[in-house]
T-cell receptor
Framework: DAKTTQPNSMESNEEEPVHLPCNHS???????IHWYRQLPSQGPEYVIHGLTSNVNNRMASLAIAEDRKSSTLILHRATLRDAAVYYC?????????????FGTGTRLTVIP | GAVVSQHPSRVICKSGTSVKIECRSL??????MFWYRQFPKQSLMLMATSNEGSKATYEQGVEKDKFLINHASLTLSTLTVTSAHPEDSSFYICSATPTSGELFFGEGSRLTVL
């Protein structure tokens, strides 16, 4: 399974943008890049996913490098509710349902 | 959005007893559901893939006789931890996906074995 590498932790001030990096140098041509986040004592929730082009939704933006070996999840204005562990995962299909192996993720702390 | 619900959210049991955890897709049918385990401060580990009407597929190192999975309908999968021991104490999470779209996770079930 293709692996991803993320920083263990990051901090951000409230209402400032956050850029969460992810390296996936062994990504295959058909792997989708998925981001999920997990709030304390809850199951993960979907954030965003993409293949090659940058993606935007109401929660975040996903910037994918041209060579697809890295990506960045962008939270435009961090709130206290965004404090969570963010997982960058490679999945073999668009749903991410297959090959969804979670790495250690990045624990985001939002400072009021 | 689609909802996946787990029950119970918390369970405490004595060592040697069996515990059943239910995972339901509330507004969609799921032929496939996934079961994960998460120890404190660690990431999720995929335990098994539950297939409606057929046997579950277990990940390497997961004992199928210890963790019984039944997926009898398109909206329900159950995980039974048999003869639970303290080392089985963990946060168990299920997930499911509609035929197209993202993966939805349950709220998780925290098992404590005394």
């Amino acid at each position: 399974d293709a692996k991803t590498t993320q920083p263990n932790s990051m901090e951000s001030n409230e209402e400032e943008p956050v850029h969460l990096p992810c390296n996936h140098s062994t990504i295959s041509g058909t792997d989708y890049i998925h981001w999920y986040r997990q709030l304390p004592s809850q199951g993960p929730e979907y954030v965003i996913h993409g293949l090659t082009s940058n993606v935007n939704n109401r929660m975040a933006s996903l910037a994918i490098a041209e060579d697809r070996k890295s990506s960045t999840l962008i939270l435009h204005r961090a709130t206290l509710r965004d404090a969570a562990v963010y997982y960058c995962i490679l999945g073999s299909d668009q749903t991410g349902a297959n090959n969804l192996f979670f790495g250690t993720g990045t624990r985001l702390t939002v400072i009021p | 959005g689609a909802v996946v619900s787990q029950h119970p959210s918390r369970v405490i049991c004595k060592s040697g007893t069996s515990v059943k955890i239910e995972c339901r897709s509330l507004d969609f049918q799921a032929t496939t559901m996934f079961w994960y385990r998460q120890f404190p401060k660690q990431s999720l580990m995929l335990m098994a893939t539950s297939n409606e009407g057929s046997k579950a597929t277990y990940e390497q190192g997961v004992e199928k006789d210890k963790f019984l999975i039944n997926h009898a309908s398109l909206t329900l999968s159950t995980l039974t931890v048999t003869s639970a021991h303290p080392e089985d104490s963990s946060f168990y999470i299920c997930s499911a996906t509609p035929t197209s779209g993202e993966l939805f996770f349950g709220e998780g079930s925290r098992l404590t074995v005394l």
